[in-house]
């Protein structure tokens, strides 16, 4: 059997399967030859250009195994009878905590202190706080609930919201009442068309004046030119882990709009997230070769 996997860190944890041949492609130089024979495809974390092309010629394709939760580079062109999975579970860690760093960075203006201490400037003065904040997340699904585990320390109230409602967790059709009652708003949704452009400048209308927009899910989530409106006006702050263009191309004025704090899409390429992903991968595939029921097959709209 076939494999095309990411890197030589997974061949070494997948190498020792028996009848399993692992082919590193990590997205950039030549495809490598022999593409109908792959079985199984784990791509890399930055999509690889083709994806429609590359698709089309794995005749023999029965897996595919990403290494992302988001799913949105492959799910339109995927054959039929090919299974998807994503990596649910790896990045909520990384991610969890680069939004609760994010929100004490921008609230406590780390930014703004680090620019003064290359001036060499004691610039003290009063600044926010996460604590006594409403923090409404917006997607709360496995990594809505690991940072609100590593927010339980902060003295915060949590909202929660997910495309429908259920228990304790408010469905999506509730933001437009429970968005101004928010201090910081994180974004965790997947990208779908449902979500598409989901805050808008009514969103972004509703939120109450200082508050933090967190964008820790896909660009394409935030309609762009209304966020910029919205931080030009210095009604709200933001800070994101992922733009609309992304890339941000140099120039963008993102880069230099006051409020708007913005990291290269950093949130879940860390140590831990390296070792779960390698850890999914090898029970992946044990479950796939023994025909046992794989983990995070997606289906339905996600």
């Given at each position: 059997m076939k494999i095309w996997v990411p890197s030589e860190a997974a061949v070494d944890v997948l190498c020792d399967l028996p009848d399993v041949e692992c082919v590193v492609y990590d997205g950039t130089g030549p495809v490598p030859d022999g593409a109908g024979e792959v079985e199984v495809w784990i791509p890399p974390l930055l999509s690889p250009a083709r994806i429609p092309e590359l698709l089309g010629e794995m005749t023999?394709?029965?897996?595919?195994?990403t290494v992302t939760a988001g799913v949105d580079a492959y799910r339109p062109y995927l054959p039929d009878g090919?299974?998807?999975?994503?990596?649910r579970g790896v990045h909520?860690?990384?991610?969890?905590?680069?939004?609760?760093?994010?929100?004490i960075a921008v609230l406590r203006e780390f930014?703004?202190?680090?620019?003064?201490?290359?001036?060499?400037?004691?610039?003290?003065?009063?600044t926010g706080a996460l604590a006594d904040s409403t923090v409404l997340i917006v997607g709360y699904g496995s990594?809505?609930?690991a940072l609100e585990r590593r927010l339980e320390g902060f003295e915060v109230d949590v909202v929660r919201v997910a495309r429908t409602a259920r228990g304790d967790v408010h469905g999506q059709d509730e933001l437009p009442e429970l968005l101004p009652r928010a201090d910081v708003v994180v974004l965790l949704v997947p990208s779908t068309p449902a979500t598409a452009g989901l805050v808008d400048a009514d969103f972004l209308a509703a939120m109450k004046d200082g508050a933090?927009?967190?964008?820790?899910?896909?660009?394409?989530?935030?309609?762009?030119?209304?966020?910029?409106?919205?931080?030009?006006?210095?009604?709200?702050?933001?800070?994101?882990?992922?733009?609309?263009?992304?890339p941000l191309p140099p120039g963008h004025p993102l880069w230099t709009v006051p409020g708007a704090f913005v990291t290269p899409h950093v949130a879940?390429?860390?140590?831990?997230?390296?070792?779960r992903l390698l850890k999914l991968l090898r029970s992946q595939l044990l479950r796939y070769l023994a025909g046992e029921p794989l983990k995070n097959v997606i289906t339905g709209s996600y």
């Open positions: 023999g394709l029965r897996l595919l195994q090919v299974v998807l999975c994503n990596a909520d860690a990384g991610t969890a905590e680069w939004a609760v760093g994010a929100m930014p703004g202190f680090t620019d003064a201490q290359r001036r060499g400037e004691w610039t003290y003065h009063h990594i809505g609930q933090l927009l967190v964008n820790a899910a896909r660009g394409g989530v935030v309609d762009t030119d209304a966020l910029l409106a919205e931080l030009r006006k210095g009604r709200i702050l933001a800070a994101l882990d992922v733009t609309d263009p992304e879940g390429s860390s140590p831990a997230s390296g070792r």
